[in-house]
């Protein structure tokens, strides 16, 4: 440790040290963390409704308000001070002077550190700087702080550090706290136009005897009262049809998800999906529907459906384009032969020239989507639907009339990323049950990812699954789109991190 990093590990433990020391004065002088103060006002609807009110008309209407809140800053001036109270809503000066509140509590108050949180009952003035304040008549100390609060002007500037103490983060910045607000209005204006289109809301298993409806690697637990192992879902998707089977032909979940891959940027261990199924459409429907949606979101959460993010702007209110996997590969890799782009043997010499990792076992249809995740992904900067995916890579998608190689399903990609999985369902149970039987074999050939057979769900389908289209949409990518956060930790309020010194638990011997 340096010398420098060593000092102000050292200066940080003595103003613990001091904070400790001013509770355990408090407690002796009968301090046990008051629960009897409420407040009638907020920062942020105070500062609105009294926006245009004069000095004269405060006066005039003598307004008594009690206000509580993180304190913030603090400036002692001898007998009269000026502190700020941050509440949820914002931040409110509070003006306090000796001979108003009395000695005794006057004293008490120029103990208060930054990050105490307290409470005032006063009238509304304004400052000869013209800013509104509350005039404190009585104040009270609510909850002591015992941990200093990061430096005004340069807050928590470590970025690992805002992830793993998000409540210091959130205490701190303003621009943290809006990017969860907006997360919570984007899922909230989702889920109001669902219901205004007739869906319903539902919730289906979180711990499920076989993962399904996506592939993708589980998380294993085990019930011990039913002494089986069960896993962590990694979708809803087949709960949800077997719902559409029952009768609920438009169906939605907001949904916790959980996936045993890798740690990034762009990937979190658990995140959240918005999955729908709407019965008797098909998956040029829910294009549509995707690309209304998200241009109302833009729209609701700004002036237009106009979105700056990471340096570029987007358009959300025009159409958006609509390529092939086929077609888009041969757009981004021009010196390829587009009319091989089924042949095995010709998409496996590609994949060694790229450089990229495959198996023997791998068909035409896993090749080509290696490919474009290589190369077409991360420069689908645009809003675009890409379409026509291989059967092989979709299990659970309905093959395309006329050409059974590829399915009826669409990926929506927005700033180089996938935001969005759709298709026409898969609803013939003697092609699902010989999907899932392909996929069991990739399974026993070591795909971690590739799905089980669920029997249920083929009984389920022999009930009769009506024509319906399915999509999910990436909730963390959407939100980091249209709040401009580079990383997915960044709209998580609490992400997966590694480990870091002194947080590995205890092995018992």
């Known amino acids: 440790m340096t ?6 590990v050292q200066a940080e433990h003595r103003l613990i040290a001091e904070r400790r020391r001013k509770l355990d004065e408090l407690r002796a002088a009968g301090f046990n963390y008051p629960n009897d103060r409420r407040r009638t006002a907020l920062a942020s609807n105070l500062l609105i409704d009294y926006d245009q009110h004069t000095s004269e008309m405060l006066e005039a209407e003598a307004v008594e308000v009690c206000v509580a809140g993180r304190v913030m800053a603090k400036r002692v001036m001898g ?3 000026f502190l700020k109270l941050q509440d949820r809503s914002g931040q409110i000066q509070i ?3 000796r001979d108003v509140i009395g000695t005794e509590d006057y004293q008490a108050f120029k103990t208060w550190d930054l990050g105490d949180i307290a409470w005032v009952r006063g009238t509304l003035f ?3 700087t013209d800013e509104l304040t509350v005039k404190a008549a009585e104040i009270a100390l609510l909850t002591k702080s015992l941990q200093p609060l990061p430096e005004k002007y340069h807050g928590l500037t470590d970025q690992e550090m805002r992830y793993r103490q998000r409540y210091v983060d959130l205490i701190m910045s303003p621009e943290s706290r809006q990017v969860f607000q907006t997360r919570t209005q984007v899922v909230q204006s989702l889920r109001a136009r669902l219901d205004a289109e007739g869906f319903m809301e539902v919730e289906t298993p979180m711990m499920q005897p076989i993962p399904g409806g996506a592939a993708a690697r589980p998380f294993i637990t085990h019930h011990n009262a039913l002494d089986r192992e069960l896993y962590l879902r990694i979708a809803p998707e087949l709960y949800l049809k077997r719902l559409v089977v029952g009768g609920f032909e438009r169906v939605y979940e907001i949904n916790r998800s959980f996936r045993n891959e890798g740690v990034s940027t762009q990937h979190n261990p658990e995140f959240t999906m918005l999955e729908l199924y709407m019965a008797y459409a098909d998956y040029h429907e829910l294009m549509d529907l995707l690309e209304q949606m998200i241009a109302g979101l833009a729209a609701e ?3 237009s459906a106009q979105i700056h993010y990471q340096g570029h702007d987007y358009d959300l209110s025009q159409p958006c384009r609509r390529l092939s996997v086929e077609d888009s590969v041969a757009l981004y890799n021009p010196d390829l032969d587009p009319s091989r782009l089924r042949d095995a043997d010709y998409l496996q ?3 060694q020239k790229l450089e990229i990792t495959v198996e023997k076992s791998y068909g035409s249809g896993k090749l080509l989507i290696e490919i474009f995740e ?4 991360g420069k689908l900067l645009e809003p675009t639907f890409i379409t026509g995916y291989p ?3 979709s299990p659970l998608a309905r093959r395309t009339d006329g050409d059974p190689w590829m399915t009826d399903r669409f990926e929506f990609f927005l700033a180089g990323r996938e935001i969005a999985n759709g298709f026409s369902e898969l609803n013939d149970p003697e092609d699902q049950a010989e999907r899932f039987l392909a996929q069991v074999s990739q399974k026993e050939a070591g795909d971690h990812e590739a799905m089980f057979y669920d029997a249920d769900y083929i009984t389920a389908l022999e009930y009769g699954l009506p024509p319906t289209a399915g999509l999910g949409i990436g909730i963390d990518r959407l939100v980091m789109f249209l709040t401009d956060s580079p990383s997915i930790r960044d709209v998580l309020l609490f992400p997966h991190l590694r480990d870091s010194a002194g947080e590995r638990p205890l092995k018992e011997n």
Do not use: M, N, P
């Open 374 to 377: 290589k190369t077409v992904e």
């Open 79 to 81: 007998k009269a001070s």
């Open 391 to 393: 059967a092989e890579v």
């Open 126 to 128: 304004r400052t000869k």
């Open 349 to 351: 010499e590609l994949c």
């Open 301 to 303: 959460l700004g002036d």
């Open 95 to 97: 003006f306090v002077q």
């Open 3 to 8: 010398d420098k990093k060593s000092s102000g």
